[in-house]
């Protein structure tokens, strides 16, 4: 047989080898950063456009780069960073594999201008697919600035795998974030086409934390120190947390951040009874070790580290946090919010408790023989279902859509004189409902016609919020105004995330005003309560930075869907009579009644005919 070994060309190799370094435009950034810091940068200017997919571009006041280097950057495996193996045991610098330009030029555009302190004139570099295109002397600065234009130009398949602007604009921030929170003394900016987004002047880490994260963290934030000969740890880690996900989680060693499933635990076993169940820590905690002990080579990413001694630095910061938690008084929260999810009827949902009212008869004399004693009357405050939540039974089922149009109750059944037991001298019978039981707290099981069905109260009530949602945003419906409007204090990543929201939830009814640093939000859907928009919004927010799951739904629906998913009761929950007929008549009101809006099955129906089945019963 004949042989069939080749080498790669150049340039597949280089493709192959790109995509474990840059598998999106973030990754670019983060390279991009990490060189710039290297090159002893005192101020990295980031600028993006299309959230990375047209331009990434950093411009530094480093060291910069001769005529020569600037050209042999872009080769493979070429570095200044180190020289031999042993180097990787010492390694004072973020870079050192020697791969991160050449990926960058195999898989965009790339533009470099660069000048060294002293230099007359700089150098100007364009590249194609790692080759040199143009070379010439320019008018320059000291520094570099380095252009990557069209990623994936060349790799069509890669470029369509990229997700959304927004999306890949948070993968943008985030690395952002973890370069200048592990650098708080060098100046970072980040420019989104044409708008600042960050302006991080050098400063201390509290300071920088609160930049990026917002001045109302400071009250949270308890330091952390501790100094062994093994490794000195710093930071801080936050005394309370709302957070369902691990966006504020920062592991900075030897100022590269890294990810560390181990190290997370030992913070986390810290904070052991001192956060709600499902709640994360937030940290930004500092480790500084001799190199030697630790080896970064381990992926190319350089985001996981090995630890020579993992179990002692593990038992170090899970003392150092607790004794910091111990130390500044840190108590298990108590739980004034008990979930008004888990105790408040559905019906009392969006009301106001009437305060209770008496009235008294001023004839009345306690001591006059035969007045009756009940003259004083307290009453306590009725619940005040909305007009449709005791619906005409007949009316229960109305609107449904041509497809459960089954699903009416029969007539049959309105008229008094057919009823089972109706007399003749009582016509104005009041008409029968038909019947729903909460079955075991679980289920709304219902008839109608010849169907029983068995109804999921949690689902259905997240497709019915689900559908008002939408269809307020279509048709601008009620909202309510504050009195007095909500003041927010976000971050700029979420200053950010809800400009890219705005479209979606103003016509929802959530009305912002924005006053140079502060947000106000004026008013809310109608189906919200005030005291629950803090939390909604927040969540969104963190939703829409880290991704809402890919489901291909268009930002509205994911939205909407999240919003049902928290607004809509729990499984459970215990529901008045009143407020099954009203989660039963809304749901077959609605365009989809089949399913929730994860796609999840609402209710199963039992013809009558499959029980005449089962117990042999003629039809
Ligand atoms: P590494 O960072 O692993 O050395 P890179 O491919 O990222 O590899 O960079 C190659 C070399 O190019 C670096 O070692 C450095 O000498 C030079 N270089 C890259 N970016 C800059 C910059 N912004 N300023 C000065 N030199 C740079
Ligand atoms: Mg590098």
Known sequence: MSDIIRLLPDHVANQIAAGEVIQR????????????IDAKASQIKLIVKDAGKTLIQVIDNGIGMSPTDARLAFERHATSKIREAEDLFSLQTKGFRGEALASIAAVSQVEVITAQEGDELGTELNLQANQVVSQQACVAVKGTSISMKNLFYNIPARRKFLKSDSVEMRYIID????????HPDIHFILYNKDTEMFNLPPTHLRQRILHIFGAKMDERLVPVKEETELVKISGFVCRSSTKKHKSHQFFIINHRFIKDRYLHHAVNSAFEGLLKEG???????????NPKDIDINIHPTKTEIKFENEQVIYALLRTAVKHSLGQFNVMPPIDFS??????????YKDKTPKMPTFSVDPTFNPFKQGQENQKVRVHSPQPSYPKKAAPQWESLYTGVPSKMNDFEPTQALSTPAELPFAQEDSPNLPPVKPTILHWAKKYLVTHVKDRLLVIHPARAHQRVVYEKLLNQQRLHGATQQLLFPLEFDFSPAE?????????????????????????????????????QAREVIADLLAQHMHGFPSTGDELSKQVAKRLAYRLSIVQGQVLLPQEQELLVCELFSCSDPERSPSGKKIYYELPIKEIDLLLSVKA
Request: proline letters at 8%.
């Open 279 to 289: 709640v994360q820590p937030e940290y930004f905690l500092f480790l500084e070790m």
């Open 175 to 182: 690395e952002f974030t973890r370069v200048a929170l592990a």
């Open 25 to 36: 435009p973030a990754s670019a950034v983060k390279e991009l950063l990490e060189n710039a």
């Open 338 to 347: 008990i979930s008004e999810r888990l105790d408040l009827p559905y019906a």
């Open 495 to 531: 200053a950010a995330s809800l400009q890219a929201l705005l479209p979606i939830l103003e016509p929802m009814g959530f009305i912002f005003e924005t006053q140079q640093a502060t947000v106000r939000l004026l008013s809310l859907p109608a189906l919200l309560k005030e005291s």
